[in-house]
């Protein structure tokens, strides 16, 4: 098992830019593949994006690809998402989640999750 702990949320300006944080305790890291989703109250989670054991492969959601990145230090045992060109839309809380086996968007897929951390784009 693999405990997980996000930070680094908070309210941030439209344009701005907000590095979350995914920190990893337990079981060995590098085993698992990463994901970050958020979820607004009342909407389904959706899927922000992911990235593989070593950290090679990433994939995102429509919504940011190109404004956000994910990235991962297997050494540190954490996972991080670098949000750039944040908008109002990207309110949301913002879950990191793990899983054994290949990289899914799917939110069943993933077996541990953290608590989530509240981001909040306004002006």
């Known amino acids: 098992q693999v405990q997980l702990a996000e930070s680094g949320g908070g309210l941030v300006q439209p344009g701005g830019s907000l590095r979350l944080s995914c920190a990893a305790s337990?079981?060995?890291?590098?085993?698992?593949?990463m994901g970050w989703f958020r979820q607004v109250s009342g909407k389904d989670r959706e899927f922000v994006g992911s990235?593989?054991?070593?950290?090679?492969?990433?994939t995102y959601g429509d919504a940011v690809r190109g404004r956000f990145t994910i990235s991962r230090d297997n050494f540190a045992n954490m996972a991080y998402l670098q949000m750039n060109s944040l908008k109002p839309e990207d309110t949301a809380v913002y879950y990191c989640a793990a899983r054994s086996g290949p990289l899914s968007s799917e939110p069943h897929a993933y077996a541990y999750w953290g608590q989530g951390t509240q981001v909040t784009v306004s002006s």
């Open positions: 337990g079981d060995a890291f590098r085993n698992y593949g």
């Open positions: 990235i593989n054991t070593g950290g090679i492969i990433t």
